[in-house]
């Protein structure tokens, strides 16, 4: 009998512990199948931050640090500039990466830290249990904003995308999200060429995933889907911002030096 | 052997020291008065082929020293007083992952923004946790650029040994100040093996992990017990003082650092004046050595101690915890920045001499 799917040697055979709809195991997973495609499982250091997938060092079967609220960024710098032969990636929130980590992502943007950054984005903090994140929509209701997030009074949503995108340091942004075949086959496209851009060395790479959050949002897995698509993607739309036209795999002459 | 002596000051003869070390990671945010550690590691360690960072701030500096000491490095921050403060999360991150590091404060006046000038009233932070948890630093003070010197060597020695945070803390006028320092030939530089490391798994068959958390209370708790563990046996090995003239001294001055060389001079003062006074000067102010001070304490020949500090009284309460009611414990204190003169310090000898109050 042929096989046609199976265990990624990437992820380890603990059961994960994320709630049914959430896509947190499918980004797990395409991003560990491209580690192994790629031939990277045992030169990758991952960096765990804080929130729901704080523990994903138990699931993923590379080296794996934990960091602090926010501070996933600094940590994988320290990593990445004592083995700078080894492809560190850090997988952050929403809460923690545009909230609280904000200026170490910024900054680690800025200097093109040779690392990835793997963002995912489902508009409220999940481990809390359902707190407005920076990212909460334009009347979205969450256990802090029970009357819909009010502009005038708790401001605007931030699209982290498109800001990093605006800093030299980083040259591959994309936004990607995981709804259904085409889209994660595509965001497993986007996921290889950061670690492309990594293996270049060429600068800060960063995907962001919109991703859903039924426990918190209120909804049913397929309603949580459907949300995620009629309501996240206006205010985050999909696409690359940075370094789409760009090859990382090849070398070209004015090539930086590399860290 | 000791090599011919070179003049420097104190804060680059820390990074120095840091090089010869085999530290090969600084990452720093500017703050007065440590500056020139980052300066000397800004040029240094690039010439020779580490990595200097100058990171956004002082919380993504520790974290970056978190990252290289999971990585396996060895690892070196240094800040002041409220850059200090903010390290005290990572600080906590680094005991929970049992993270080998050394992190240096040179210490200025407080609280909140204080001054610029030196002090020592980040005693409490240093000796008692600083940041969240059931936690230790191994805190040691130096007295001399030399000793800046030696013992910032030592520090990366006893970080690797027991994968925990070394603090050396120093302040503004150590810092500061530029003294003959004698480098030796060859470093005593301990190597310990670091399996636990995340490096790439490699050949492994496991992957390492590097973390704090541990959600399960029994774990949680078997993992602070080990912690425990550690440092009953750091409170037993690596205690480190300087005892001065206890033999037949009538008032013992317990010091620190500056405060300790003021005193040094004080004591021939007093000498000359037919007052016996000897001192016991911590080196490690954790684990701090309580034992010598007790029996110190017991002595006949020892009335009463005098605690010379540069802060409004933290170290004393240690001292008069070992002390324990034998003798009474006299206090001296400067605060702001400022220093103790020898005659504030000779003028309350002579007053305990005389009966004091205290």
Redesign the interface.
Same mark, same amino acid.
């Given at each position: 009998m042929a096989i046609v799917f199976q265990p990624t040697e990437g992820l380890?055979k603990k059961p994960l512990h994320y709630c049914p709809g959430c896509n947190h195991g499918i980004i797990h997973r395409i991003i560990a199948e491209t580690l192994v495609e790629m031939g990277l499982?045992?030169?990758?250091?991952g960096?765990?931050s804080v929130g729901c997938t704080?523990?994903s060092?138990?699931y993923?079967?590379?080296?794996? %640090?934990?960091?602090?609220h926010g &501070?996933a960024p600094? %940590?994988?710098?320290?990593?990445? &500039?004592?083995?700078k032969d080894?492809?560190v990636f850090t997988y952050q929130g929403d809460g923690d990466l545009a909230s609280i980590g904000t200026?170490?992502i910024?900054?680690a943007a800025a200097?093109g830290e040779k690392i990835c950054a793997f963002f995912v984005n489902n508009a409220v903090y999940g481990m809390t249990s359902g707190q407005m994140a920076p990212t909460t929509l334009l009347g979205q209701v969450t256990t802090t904003s029970p009357f819909g997030r009010d502009a005038s009074y708790q401001g605007y949503p931030i699209n982290v995308s498109e800001l990093i995108s605006n800093l030299t340091g980083a040259v591959y942004v994309e936004r990607v999200c995981v709804t259904d075949y085409k889209n994660i086959m595509n965001a497993k496209k986007a996921i290889r060429k950061a670690f492309e851009v990594q293996l270049s060395g060429k600068g800060f790479a960063f995907v962001e995933f919109l991703s859903t959050c039924p426990t918190n949002w209120g909804k049913d897995p397929i309603e949580a889907m459907d949300w995620l698509k009629e309501k996240m993607i206006p205010q985050y739309p999909l696409g690359c911002f940075k370094g789409a036209d760009v090859d990382f795999t090849k070398s070209d002459d004015n090539e930086e030096v590399k860290a | 052997m000791a090599q011919k002596r070179v003049l420097m000051k104190g804060n680059e003869v820390i990074a120095e020291a840091a090089l010869r070390a085999g530290c090969r990671n600084y990452f720093g945010y500017p703050i007065t008065p440590q500056t020139e550690v980052m300066h000397y590691m800004a040029k240094k360690m690039v010439q020779i082929g580490g990595n200097f960072v100058q990171a956004e701030s002082e919380v993504s500096a520790i974290n970056m020293v978190y990252g290289a000491a999971a990585a396996g490095a060895r690892v070196l921050t240094s800040s002041s007083s409220p850059g200090i403060s903010l390290k005290q999360e990572g600080i906590s991150y680094i005991a929970g992952a049992e993270l080998p590091a050394v992190v240096v404060n040179i210490v200025r006046a407080g609280p909140g923004l204080g001054g610029i000038q030196p002090a020592q009233g980040d005693y409490f932070q240093a000796t008692k946790g600083g940041g969240h948890g059931d936690y230790r630093n191994i805190v040691i003070a130096p007295a001399s650029v030399q000793e800046l010197y030696e013992l910032t060597v030592e520090a990366f020695n006893l970080a690797d040994k027991y994968r925990m945070c070394v603090m050396i803390l120093g302040d503004g006028t150590l810092g500061q100040m530029m003294e003959p320092v004698a480098f030796r030939d060859v470093e005593p530089i301990e190597v310990y093996e670091k399996p636990w490391a995340c490096t790439g798994r490699g050949e492994r068959k496991e992957h390492n992990t590097v973390t704090s958390i541990y959600i399960d209370p029994d774990v949680l708790e078997a993992k602070n017990r080990e912690l425990q563990d550690k440092y009953a046996v750091i409170e037993k090995d690596e205690v480190r003082y300087e005892a001065y003239g206890l033999e037949d001294a009538e008032i013992v001055i317990t010091a620190f650092s500056t405060c300790s060389r003021i005193s040094k001079n004080v004591i021939r003062q007093a000498a000359e004046m037919g007052i016996k006074v000897g001192m016991i000067r911590p080196i490690t102010l954790w684990p701090f050595p309580s034992k010598i001070i007790s029996d110190t304490a017991a002595m006949p020949n020892v009335k009463a101690f005098l605690d010379v500090e540069l802060n409004a009284g933290q170290m004393i309460e240690d001292v008069r915890l070992a002390v324990n009611g034998q003798k009474p414990v006299y206090f001296h204190g400067r605060m702001g920045g400022n220093l103790p003169t020898q005659k504030e310090i000779l003028d309350k000898i002579i007053e305990i001499h005389n009966g004091g109050n205290n």
């Open positions: 380890t499982l045992d030169d990758a250091i960096v765990a704080y523990n060092y138990e993923f079967s590379c080296d794996f %640090v934990q960091a602090a &501070r600094a %940590v994988a710098t320290g990593i990445k &500039r004592t083995h080894k492809v200026a170490e910024i900054h200097r | -």
